[in-house]
């Protein structure tokens, strides 16, 4: 459904009409974080982890992951992959697998619809190797 609005405008003794259409989906158009306090995300590199974007919108945002440094995130398979609904995956992984540039880095997640773009503050992402002792 497509709502029509006429604005007048006097300049200088000169009438300017302006005539806008706005479709309706465009009046509820929205971006907006769902987590925007999120800053440092620590895991078990046995365990791996996975990071929801922390933006959303309506109608359903575009997601995209990036370093830090602003390139576009790539899918390494077995090792880092987005998923469609825009969540981070980080898949375990043994120590001796650590690569600081995927396991010990920052990210920033963008959710991109009609109503603009939004970015996240960037979010340190951080393996580690964890022991659990037994005792008893």
């Known amino acids: 459904k497509k709502h029509s609005f006429v604005f007048g405008y006097i300049l200088k003794q000169v009438k300017l ?10 009046l509820q158009s929205s971006l907006y974080f769902v987590n925007g306090s999120l800053q440092e995300v620590v895991f078990a590199s046995t365990m791996g982890t996975l990071l ?3 933006a959303s919108g ?3 945002a575009t997601l995209r992951w990036y370093l830090a440094t602003g390139e576009e995130m790539y899918d390494v398979p077995g ?3 987005v998923h469609p609904n825009g969540t981070l995956q980080i898949f375990p ?3 001796s697998s650590f690569n600081n ?4 880095n920052s990210y920033y997640c ?3 619809n009609p109503s603009g773009k939004i ?10 190797e964890y022991h659990i002792d037994n005792f008893g």
């Open 52 to 54: 929801p974007c922390p």
């Open 119 to 128: 970015r996240s503050q960037d979010i340190h992402i951080k393996a580690g």
């Open 79 to 81: 090792i880092r992959h």
């Open 110 to 112: 963008t959710a991109e």
């Open 101 to 104: 540039l995927i396991h010990d």
């Open 93 to 95: 992984f043994p120590p």
């Open 17 to 26: 009409s302006v005539f806008v259409t706005v479709a309706s989906e465009d």
């Open 58 to 60: 309506n109608p359903p």
